[in-house]
């Protein structure tokens, strides 16, 4: 699991950053890499998704109309 951003002709390299950085959330690297940070237990892993559903579900129907 090795990500390359190849530095283009006269690019700052601030933008290179901020093309490694898009790569990486695009791929969700960074977020498995935190999620894995610590042991989850499964029953909490479960709870944790059964409220982000129920968050999505209530902002859906918030704004459905």
Known sequence: MS???KIRKNEPVDRALRR???KLDRENI???VRAKRYYEKPCERRRR???VAAFS???R???ES
């Open 49 to 51: 998704k059964a409220k």
């Open 61 to 63: 129907a918030r704004y």
């Open 20 to 22: 490694l950085k898009k």
């Open 3 to 5: 990500i390359e951003i």
């Open 57 to 59: 579900a209530m902002l």
């Open 30 to 32: 960074i977020k498995d």
